[in-house]
T-cell receptor
Framework: AQSVTQLGSHVSVSEGALVLLRCNYS??????LFWYVQYPNQGLQLLLK??????LVKGINGFEAEFKKSETSFHLTKPSAHMSDAAEYFC????????????FGSGTRLQVQP | NAGVMQNPRHLVRRRGQEARLRCSPM?????VYWYRQLPEEGLKFMVY????????ESGMPKERFSAEFPKEGPSILRIQQVVRGDSAAYFC?????????FGQGTRLTVV
């Protein structure tokens, strides 16, 4: 069975500061990992994904994440926060076993202070 | 190429009524997933369908909920005899492979 843990349901940073959103996963097979962003009353938009290959993944809006197998982590970072980054962020995992459904973490709400 | 289309965006039902939620996947996508998001929570998988087939319904409640993805037309998530606890946002996603594209969701309110 797969699971995702996002540490910190709320994170607040100042505009221009580093953003770090934590995600740890468990999976019985090599995972596919995703970060999605959700703005109020909207659907989910894919920020980035890791399937195979390079462990440092770059996504949209200046975000990136690094897959660390030894730590079972896939933390999301952005060097400099912008006000428009304020949203809910979800980490998700899936396995290429035919089921392919995503298992989501409970989400982290990012606030950006001016 | 239009994205995943869900309708209605908002749906209000009285307890005991039926709710029908529709999802049209992106063109060329044959895999459809339904997820439910309760307030202040992440998304929970409900069901995975391909055309005319339910592949995985392990996340569906055993009673009152059903889903279909017919050969023609949108995928339908049907909730019979709704109760207050069914109030949530229901998201549909479609995918060609591993990456899922989400619709904007249907927000169901049961009064």
């Amino acid at each position: 069975a797969q699971s995702v843990t996002q540490l910190g349901s709320h994170v607040s940073v100042s505009e221009g500061a580093l953003v770090l959103l934590r995600c740890n996963y468990s999976s019985s097979v090599p995972p596919y990992l995703f970060w999605y962003v959700q703005y109020p009353n909207q659907g989910l938009q894919l920020l980035l994904k890791y399937t195979t290959g390079a462990t440092l993944v770059k996504g949209i809006n200046g975000f990136e994440a690094e897959f660390k197998k030894s730590e079972t982590s896939f933390h999301l970072t952005k060097p400099s926060a912008h006000m428009s980054d304020a949203a809910e962020y979800f980490c998700a995992v899936s396995e290429d076993t035919g089921r392919r459904a995503l298992t989501f973490g409970s989400g982290t709400r990012l606030q950006v202070q001016p | 190429n239009a994205g995943v289309m869900q309708n209605p965006r908002h749906l209000v039902r009285r307890r005991g009524q039926e709710a029908r939620l529709r999802c049209s996947p992106m063109k060329g996508h044959s895999h459809v997933y339904w997820y439910r998001q309760l307030p202040e929570e992440g998304l929970k998988f409900m069901v995975y369908l391909q055309k005319e087939n339910i592949i995985d319904e392990s996340g569906m409640p055993k009673e009152r909920f059903s889903a279909e993805f017919p050969k023609e037309g949108p995928s339908i998530l049907r909730i019979q005899q709704v109760v207050r606890g069914d109030s949530a946002a229901y998201f549909c996603a479609s995918s060609p492979e591993q990456e899922a594209f989400f619709g904007q969701g249907t927000r169901l309110t049961v009064v």
